[in-house]
């Protein structure tokens, strides 16, 4: 069992190192942004909810996110393990988390935290489009799709997500740094091994890296 993490800020480039990771893993790629998009999309009761947590760049409530994530892990496809990406965002997300795995007889195989600094964030999140089918992310300025809005892996359209503008970005940063950053502390304390990567750098480069980081944790 395979149950790795993507962590780092937004915009830190973990959607677009996500099918690098899962090609390398061989695993699913799992990440909660996606899934309350899609239920966005299809109009559910969740997807209500969650708009107004994510237009304003705050958390949706543990219990939901929880509830929802639980639910995505008991699907056959995940039984030999995944990559969680936005998951766990907070230490009660972890902790149910920790809490789940253990009933399974396993725990956190590794964390891939991919580092990237300040305003280079709120650049790439301001000039990012991701397509509706799949969610993969483009750049109107660093990596512009081959036909203009068209997304270059499935084709579907691209659009710019409504919580990608600054002060919302911000928003986001802040939380990051607020909820999020004590997860990966609350790992390093498990002794849970943690590849950190610079995200800063060219994309094939931040590739290299996370692949080798998950071929490793497969060998353990
Ligand atoms: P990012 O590009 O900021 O990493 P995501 O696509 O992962 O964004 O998530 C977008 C929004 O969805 C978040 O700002 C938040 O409102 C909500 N969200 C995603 N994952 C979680 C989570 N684990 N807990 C609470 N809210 C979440």
């Known amino acids: 069992m395979l149950a790795v993490l993507l962590f780092g800020p937004p915009g830190a480039g973990k959607g677009t190192q996500a099918a690098a990771v899962a090609a390398a893993s061989g695993v699913p790629h799992i990440a909660t942004g996606d899934m309350f998009r899609e239920h966005l999309r299809s109009g559910s009761e969740l ?54 795995l253990a009933r399974r007889g396993t725990r956190v195989s590794g964390v891939l935290d991919i580092e990237v600094h300040g305003e280079e964030l ?57 909820e999020t950053r004590p997860v990966r502390e609350h790992y390093r304390e498990l002794g849970t091994p943690i590849a950190t990567i ?9 590739e290299a890296d996370v692949i080798a980081a998950v071929l490793a944790l497969e060998d353990t």
Do not use: K, W
């Open 198 to 206: 610079d995200g800063a750098r060219e994309r094939a480069e931040v």
């Open 47 to 100: 997807g209500r909810l969650a708009r107004s947590y994510m237009d304003r760049g705050e958390l949706v409530p543990d219990d939901v996110t929880i509830g929802m994530l639980e639910a995505r892990l008991d699907q056959p496809d995940a039984a030999r393990g995944f990559v969680l990406d936005g998951f766990p965002r907070t230490l009660d997300q972890a902790s149910a988390l920790d809490a789940l």
């Open 122 to 178: 709120v650049r790439r999140l301001s000039g990012r489009m991701v397509c509706r089918e799949a969610s993969h992310p483009s750049h109107v300025t660093d990596a512009p799709p081959a036909v203009p809005g068209i997304c270059d892996i499935d084709g579907s359209e691209l659009y710019h997500r409504d919580d990608d503008h600054e002060d919302v970005i911000r928003n986001r940063v802040a939380v990051f740094e607020q």
